[in-house]
């Protein structure tokens, strides 16, 4: 058995920004952090799932994005050491979500700082966008890393894949779905066609196209802020789509509690079992189960 830990949108506390460092896009979010979500995303719920999952001793972390929140050098310097701390390079798999490309920036003073992260098996790390998706496999499981993480717009909080990125993803699913592994998506933006214009991925409808072609045996992904499960169409019937709640919500926030999934996958005849057990943060630092999701896949 496998056992994959997914969490998503720590959304790390905010250094002080300077104010050469707040123009454009970034003076809004950097305002809107300290009126509103300062008080939504609280570091010790964050360090309630990270005690619970380093507990729980996963094969694997899945992190799917929005692990800062105006794209500050120094958000991602700390970020840096945060992810250091939380699992080595090999033994945590991220992409990236729009509050982590939330302007234009070189990559090196920005993402690049978490490209081991988000390196695939035995290749260089990526040096931007273009070198997306990332491969990894772990004994029968291949993590497939995309990124639709870019700049938008003021209050635009929406995602792109891009059609390079799509055909990358669509040749790499079909080969491993070949080889017979169970393929796991990670991806920010839930690639669903809900939710409000200003926040979803754009070019979701492609993306759907090429899961109905190749298939995958689960998506998991962020963005929502919610613990919830969809399903989408794929060759050899449903693929689960499962996003989870940020890491850091605080227990009163209105995405309910923090938390994250601890999710085993075994071999089941000639297909998969996969279990997911949520666990959701306390008040007083513990976390506990709070539901369960159960696939079969064939
Ligand atoms: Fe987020
Ligand atoms: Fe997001």
Redesign the pocket.
């Known amino acids: 058995m496998f056992r994959l830990a997914h969490l998503s ?1 720590p959304h790390l506390p905010m250094p002080q920004a300077r104010p050469s460092e707040l123009l454009g896009k970034r003076l809004s979010g950097y305002a809107n952090w300290w009126r509103h979500r300062v008080h939504l995303h609280r570091p010790e719920a964050l360090a309630a799932i990270v005690r619970d999952i380093s507990d729980a001793r996963p094969d694997h972390i899945a992190l799917t ?2 692990v800062v929140n105006v794209s500050l050098e120094e958000e991602f310097r700390r970020a840096a050491r945060w992810l250091a701390e939380l699992a080595p390079a090999d033994r945590l798999s991220l992409v990236p ?3 982590d490309a939330y302007v234009p920036q070189r990559w090196d003073r920005a993402l690049g700082g978490w490209a081991a992260w988000m390196a695939g098996d035995g290749g260089a790390p990526p040096r931007g966008p273009g070198d997306f998706p990332f491969l990894r496999r772990r004994g029968p499981i291949a993590l497939v890393g995309l990124t639709t993480a870019l700049p938008t717009p003021t209050f635009f ?1 929406t995602g792109r894949l891009g059609g390079a990125q799509i055909e990358r993803c669509e040749e790499m699913l079909r080969r491993l779905g070949a080889n017979g592994l169970y393929r796991v998506v990670l991806i ?2 839930p690639p669903l066609a809900v939710g409000s214009r200003h926040k979803r991925l754009s070019d979701v409808l492609a993306f759907q196209a090429m899961l109905r072609r190749v298939g995958c045996e689960l998506i998991l992904h ?2 929502t802020h919610r613990s919830e499960v969809a399903r989408l169409d794929g060759p050899a019937g449903p693929v689960p789509v499962l996003g989870v709640t940020s890491a850091s919500a605080a227990v009163e926030s209105r995405y309910g509690r923090a938390r994250w999934h601890l999710i085993e996958i075994e071999r089941a005849g000639a297909g998969w079992q996969t279990r997911v057990a949520v666990r959701a943060a306390r008040a007083d630092g513990a976390c506990e189960d709070d539901g369960r999701y159960s696939f079969r896949t064939a």
């Open positions: 949108d994005g929005d979500g729009n509050h909080a920010h933006h962020g963005h």
